[in-house]
T-cell receptor, first 118, second 113 residues
């Protein structure tokens, strides 16, 4: 069981370039999320997908788009990267419908993608 | 957006001492309060959580207490060990957000031998 897999692990972009961050989970989870982590800012929600076929904006969606490709995969796209998007990006997932937060079904995180935009 | 304030931002303790991290939240509708531990180069992992109908929960050396009236909850680590050194995040469940969690800014805990 791989859990939540994010690719790539590291990426450097020039301002204006585009890229897609990939996320896949093999736990049959319904809901998936993208967070960004910046020093002193904690984790901030960018977009989420409560179930296959739906996506919604989080706290900081500007400059990003997402696609819930199927139940397993949830990608994050930067159409025109900016230095302010330099961050560590985390994908997470959970099985919606269980008793949320029970110790046996927490929100699972990937190990992150470290993105630098120059 | 909904806020959660976490204090302190850094904490240094000697091995064997206790560590306490506190969070205050704003959404009175929230009923779920987890704590996550993040080690260097990894994603956060759940270490303990509590629901609003419970005032305290323990799991070996860690415990979480919740005061819903005052809207704050705390993480307590007793008999700290060097491997407890990490960044800890509190979180609460955002209302009407597909089970999304709103995170505090984190506490960097250093346990010195």
């Amino acid at each position: 069981n791989a859990g939540v897999t994010q690719t790539p692990k590291f990426q450097v972009l020039k301002t204006g370039q585009s890229m897609t961050l990939q996320c896949a989970q093999d736990m049959n989870h319904n809901s998936m999320y993208w967070y960004r982590q910046d020093p002193g800012m904690g984790l901030r929600l960018i977009y989420y997908s409560a179930s296959e076929g739906t996506t919604d904006k989080g706290e900081v969606p500007n400059g990003y788009n997402v696609s819930r490709l199927n139940k397993r995969e949830f990608s994050l796209r930067l159409e025109s990267a900016a230095p302010s998007q330099t961050s560590v990006y985390f994908c997470a997932s959970i099985r919606q419908g269980t008793s949320f937060g029970s110790y046996n079904s927490p929100l699972h995180f990937g190990n992150g993608t470290r993105l630098t935009v120059t | 957006g909904e806020n959660v304030e976490q204090h302190p931002s850094t904490l240094s303790v000697q091995e064997g001492d206790s560590a306490v991290i506190k969070c205050t939240y704003s959404d009175s509708a929230s009923n779920y309060f987890p704590w996550y531990k993040q080690e260097l180069g990894k994603g956060p992992q759940l270490i303990i959580d509590i629901r609003s109908n419970v005032g305290e929960k323990k799991d070996q050396r860690i415990a979480v207490t919740l005061n819903k009236t005052a809207k704050h909850f705390s993480l307590h680590i007793t008999e700290t060990q060097p491997e407890d050194s990490a960044v800890y995040f509190c979180a609460f469940l955002l209302s009407n957000s597909g089970y999304a969690l709103n995170f505090g800014k984190g506490t960097s805990l250093l346990v010195t031998p």
